[in-house]
């Protein structure tokens, strides 16, 4: 079992920037990846991007390219999202997912994009 507790959500204005955090329990180096997904109101679950190892470029959802930026910090066994110039449709819960022979999730952080 993996818990995972995503933090740093809340509201942003277009344009600006806004940092998400998610805590293993675990080395995330144990794991064969983890992603960021996040649900906009009323409509389905998406990936937003996936880091695997750290010497691995991490993969986006062509929405977001240029704007997103997942990292890792093994150490603090943490990945992070850094959002930039973010836009009203970025607004949703965003997921944290965790795998290995297993897929776990966090409870899921609120960002409000506002205009």
């Known amino acids: 079992q993996v818990h995972l507790v995503e933090s740093g959500g809340g509201l942003v204005q277009v344009g600006g920037s806004l940092t998400l955090s998610c805590k293993a329990d675990?080395?995330?180096?144990?794991?064969?990846?983890m992603a960021w997904h996040r649900q906009a109101p009323g409509k389905q679950r998406e990936l937003v991007g996936v880091i695997t190892s750290p010497t691995i470029t991490p993969d986006y959802v062509d929405s977001v390219k240029g704007r997103f930026t997942i990292t890792r910090d093994d150490e603090k066994k943490t990945i992070y999202l850094q959002m930039n110039n973010p836009k009203p449709e970025d607004t949703g819960i965003y997921y944290c997912?965790?795998?290995?022979?297993?897929?776990?999730w966090g409870q899921g952080t609120q960002v409000t994009v506002s205009s």
């Open positions: 675990i080395m995330i180096s144990n794991l064969h990846g």
């Open positions: 997912e965790a795998g290995d022979r297993l897929h776990y």
